[in-house]
């Protein structure tokens, strides 16, 4: 058996809730499923609820996925 008591497995790279990740990026939990849906955040179905890695968020956000200004596919600026 694994001996994972040596590494920070518990914390290092885990599935984020909803909750998590709203409180991670200082929103609110409406806005993380309303981004998921119209700016394609990256978000991961399992059963009934959603799951992030914190890395996948973390590239989006710095290219620009969480941007007001960002496109849609329509070719649209997003609304404020």
Not at 1 to 22: F, K, Y
Not at 49 to 77: P, T
């Amino acid at each position: 058996m694994e001996d994972r008591s040596a590494c920070a497995w518990p914390h290092a790279d885990r599935w984020l809730s909803v909750d998590e990740i709203a409180a991670y990026l200082g929103i609110k939990r409406d806005t993380v499923y309303k981004w998921i849906g119209e700016k394609q955040m990256p978000a991961h179905r399992m059963g009934r609820l959603w799951k992030f890695r914190r890395e996948e968020v973390d590239e989006w956000v710095k290219s620009g996925g969480a941007d007001d200004h960002r496109k849609d596919d329509s070719g649209k600026a997003g609304n404020r």
